[in-house]
């Protein structure tokens, strides 16, 4: 399984970004994709994640309400549109996907990192 991000890029605090997440190798079915972020001198966090199901998504405390994960099946692309950004959104943000439905847990696959920059 082969994982593609891009979206990232500078933003004011307030604005958007969408980041998508193109998969190959395999396809949704069975598997979780989960979007990741770590800022500099922090641990890397799951931010959301969702199954192939697409049902109950999990989403990191600080980012519900703002913070969208969906799926575009047909293009095997995962997608996190991002609103209202902060500046404590700022980070490299990682996607990656694991076999199963569930969110927490081992990711097996991944992608490089979009940076993600919020500014004040």
């Known amino acids: 399984v082969q994982l593609q991000a891009s979206g990232g890029g500078l933003v004011q605090a307030g604005g958007s970004l969408r980041l998508s997440c193109a998969v190959s190798?395999?396809?949704?079915?069975?598997?979780?994709i989960g979007w990741f972020r770590q800022a500099p001198g922090e641990e890397r966090e799951l931010v959301a994640g969702i199954s192939w199901t697409g049902r109950s998504p999990y989403y990191l405390d600080s980012v519900k309400g703002r913070f969208t994960i969906s799926s575009d099946n047909a293009k095997n692309t995962m997608y996190l549109q991002m609103a209202n950004l902060k500046p404590d959104d700022t980070a490299v943000y990682y996607c990656a996907a694991r076999l199963g439905s569930a969110v927490k847990g081992a990711y097996d696959y991944w992608g490089q990192g979009t940076q993600v920059t919020v500014s004040s």
């Open positions: 190798g395999r396809a949704f079915s069975g598997t979780t």
